[in-house]
């Protein structure tokens, strides 16, 4: 018997056998509880490997969580896991007032009047916005914990550059969409101010709230600064290439399970979109014209190590491992025996056709197989709902929720310039 149950038999003077009945009895109710539970058809996928401390009482799932999603960070992936988690729990998703699209009125700084008002008070935010902490605070209920997530800046600026090619008019002008011409010369096509000029230029520390035109070279006390902001208000700064292991610390913050954390991997571009490798003096260009963003990521980089150190390097990377292996489980379950990543147009099902931005950039998507329906089948549609259609999905399901009318919306005062609009799949 292991020592745990000993503990439990010498405590209660119960018999052996009545406490191996009550712990099977218990982990039965369990599987019943959460198989029954909405969307969670799936029954625990494993145990946890790195339990609380013994003296540590077991606390509650924490259901309040704003996440400020930067743009390509692998937030939208971050964004699906909580936006599922909030379906099986009936929590209230803060989502943009239509007039805001997607996003909540980006790149203008948040307000809480960017909320559509069936989707308040919420539990949870994950669509993108510009931070202002303020008016988060005065959304948000106390206690909410903030989280966000990182990328290294020259993966991160390839990203952007490929992506925003046709949008960002300093993109736009360099020749032949040369992301080494661009950083070649960055001030040759770059105009402070434009229309999603932000994206050609320190991104992160733009979403973050701060001032993207500022220089830790200039004035290395403005990143320490921003910084420090940072860490005043988020509990926990993801890193996108360490993304398993920052599940394993987001659950562990939330005091969630780690099949709370599975996930499919969404808005992936196609590797014809990308490049395979970023020649190193082609990254250091990358990190040197976004310096500000650099020097964020590398702090919160080593602060994210310290923070695995702290919670044990071998325990998360066990759990990482877990997570990795439950994933592949789960995505055999719902895309078949050899799960893959599909061009939009190859995919059937309409709700799991990806957002494209532009006809030179292919996002890809999972897609379903043919001939299933019922729990499982909805469950594995939310796993791959691409942001637009389940952000859609969820307004629609608020709204009757608290019985208001599914009418057209009325149009925010001085709405911002429309967001980027996605592509039919196949144009």
């Not at 996003?103 to 202002?132: E, G, I, K, M, W």
């Not at 549609?381 to 942001?387: D, F, G, I, S, V």
Request: proline residues 9%; glycine residues 4%.
């Amino acid at each position: 018997m292991p020592p745990i149950l000993q503990r439990l038999q010498q405590a209660t003077k119960m018999s052996r056998r009545k406490i191996l009945l009550l712990v099977l009895g218990c982990s039965t109710l369990s599987l019943l509880i959460h198989q029954g539970a909405q969307l969670s058809w799936y029954p625990k996928l494993f145990p946890l490997s790195c339990p609380p401390l013994q003296d540590s009482p077991p606390r509650p799932k924490h259901m309040t969580v704003a996440f400020l999603k930067t743009h390509k960070t692998a937030g939208t992936t971050v964004q699906n896991i909580l936006f599922r988690f909030a379906e099986r729990h009936n929590l209230t998703v803060a989502l943009p007032h239509p007039s805001c699209e997607h996003q909540f009125c980006y790149p203008r700084n948040f307000s809480a009047h960017f909320v559509h008002p069936a989707t308040r008070p919420p539990h949870v935010l994950a669509s993108h916005l510009r931070f202002d902490r303020a008016e988060l605070q005065r959304l948000m209920p106390p206690g909410t914990v903030y989280v966000t997530i990182l990328r290294e800046p020259a993966a991160m600026f390839e990203s952007l550059f490929s992506y925003y090619n046709q949008y960002c008019p300093a993109f736009r002008r360099v020749p032949n969409a040369s992301l080494e011409a661009f950083l070649r010369a960055p001030e040759a096509y770059y105009r402070a101010g434009e229309h999603f000029a932000m994206f050609a230029h320190n991104t992160l520390a733009y979403d973050l709230g701060g001032d993207n035109e500022r220089s830790p070279r200039d004035d290395a006390a403005y990143l320490a600064g921003l910084i420090r902001q940072v860490e005043e208000v988020f509990s926990l700064v993801m890193i996108a290439e360490y993304f398993d292991e920052s599940l394993v610390l987001l659950r562990r913050l939330l005091a969630w399970d780690l099949d709370d954390v599975l996930y499919a991997r969404l808005n992936a571009r196609a590797a014809s979109s990308r490049l395979a490798a970023i020649p190193a003096a082609l990254a250091r260009a990358a990190r040197a014209w976004n310096a500000l963003d650099a020097g964020l990521y590398d702090h919160f980089n080593a602060t994210f190590w310290r923070r695995v150190a702290s919670a044990g390097r071998a325990c998360v990377e066990r759990e990482a491992r877990e997570l990795r292996e439950a994933r592949e489980r789960l995505l055999r379950r719902c895309f078949g025996d050899e799960p893959v990543l599909r061009p939009a147009a190859q995919i059937r099902t309409k709700q799991l056709q990806p957002w494209q931005p532009s006809r030179k950039v292919d996002i890809m998507g999972y897609d379903l197989p043919s001939g299933r329906a019922g729990p499982a089948t909805e469950a594995c549609l939310k796993l791959a709902m691409p942001e637009v259609q389940y952000s859609s999905y969820l307004l629609r399901k608020q709204k009757r929720r608290g019985g208001m009318r599914l009418r057209p919306e009325p149009v925010l005062d001085n709405p911002p310039p429309r967001p980027i609009r996605a592509l039919r799949p196949g144009h």
